[in-house]
């Protein structure tokens, strides 16, 4: 990859998923916090993938937090990186053929 | 914001599916026009970024956090078609590999991150643009401002989806009120990491990014 730009938004993407989301905030977000003052939070259904192996950013399986919260961060990072690179890479290709 | 199911009913969440269906369509032919060899990159790692850092609640007031939304960071890096699916990307990963947000609610999040927060969000930054000076931190300044709009804006589509079809019974004022004020921190937060993100890339490679590259071409149209 030519551009250095992208290789450092890369590793910072995994540094920030893997290592630095062991300490964000834990609390509800405001949506969730708001569902609930209003009073609404209660009709929310868990996902049918509530049980699956990354369900809520951890990894089933692995105890340590840390190591399952980042663990989790990294194989949500190389997902996104693979497949969004893949659609816009694709797409970029119909851009070629046209002009 | 991600909508979990069973808060809207399944006939809306159905039809807000088909109208985010629609628009990422049609996006998917924006964007096809839009990228290149330089952008296809930085696009990439739009989505990524903007993954990892929705991972990174920050507290907001006590017991509440928030996290980016990333609707304008990624429009004004990548350009508003780009945008909502890299949006639309990062929303359904979310959904589908961690249970983020409910499955038969993902036209919802969809609807208002990938749809209403990008195009809201980049008609603002347009907006703002325009009454600023042509220069790059302008670019900056006007993404900021766009940003924290994007937020509420993405907030008023769920209002409207609460409206049309709630499994509860709460007034639309309550909810639009509770909603709205629950967000006005988490917008502050949106605008600070749009405009440190925005910063660093116009530091380093302004040619890339699609909300500067369209102040060029118009000054190059006056100049002629």
């Known amino acids: 990859m030519k551009n250095p730009l992208v290789v450092v938004g890369l590793v910072l993407s995994l540094v920030l998923a893997g290592g630095l989301s062991y300490y964000a905030s834990s609390e509800p977000d405001g949506f969730e916090k708001s569902a609930g003052e209003i009073g609404f939070l209660d009709t929310a259904e868990d996902s049918p993938l509530a049980d699956s192996p990354l369900a809520e950013y951890g990894v089933a399986g692995v105890e340590n937090e840390r190591l399952s919260g980042g663990l989790a961060g990294v194989i949500g990072v190389a997902s996104t990186a693979a497949i969004s690179f893949g659609i816009f890479y694709t797409l970029r290709r119909f851009n070629k053929s046209r002009s | 914001m991600h909508i979990p199911d069973g808060f809207i009913d399944i006939p809306t969440s159905a039809a807000f599916a088909a109208v985010a269906a629609v628009g990422v369509a049609a996006s998917l032919k924006g964007a096809a026009k839009s990228l290149d060899e330089k952008t296809a990159p930085l696009a ?117 989806q609460y409206a049309i079809g709630a499994n509860s019974t709460f007034s639309v004022t309550a909810v639009f009120a509770g909603m709205m004020s629950a967000h006005v921190l988490i917008g502050v937060g949106e605008a600070v990491i749009t405009a440190f993100s925005v910063t660093a890339v116009m530091a380093s490679r302004p040619d890339l990014v699609y909300g500067y590259r369209g102040t060029k071409a118009q000054l190059e149209i006056r100049k002629a």
């Open chain 2, 44 to 160: 990439g790692l739009t989505a990524t970024f903007i993954f990892a850092v929705q991972m990174i609640n920050f507290p907001v007031a006590a017991g509440t956090s928030g996290h980016l939304f990333g609707s304008v960071l990624a429009a004004v890096l990548v350009g508003p078609y780009v945008a909502t699916l890299a949006l639309s990307v990062v929303l359904l990963l979310q959904a589908l590999l961690f249970a983020d947000g409910g499955l038969t609610a993902a036209g919802l999040n969809v609807f208002n991150l990938s749809l209403v927060g990008v195009w809201v969000g980049y008609g603002a930054f347009l907006l703002v643009k325009k009454i600023l000076p042509k220069n790059k931190p302008s670019i900056t300044t006007a993404a900021t401002i766009a940003g924290f709009i994007s937020v509420p804006a993405a907030v008023m589509g769920f209002v409207l």
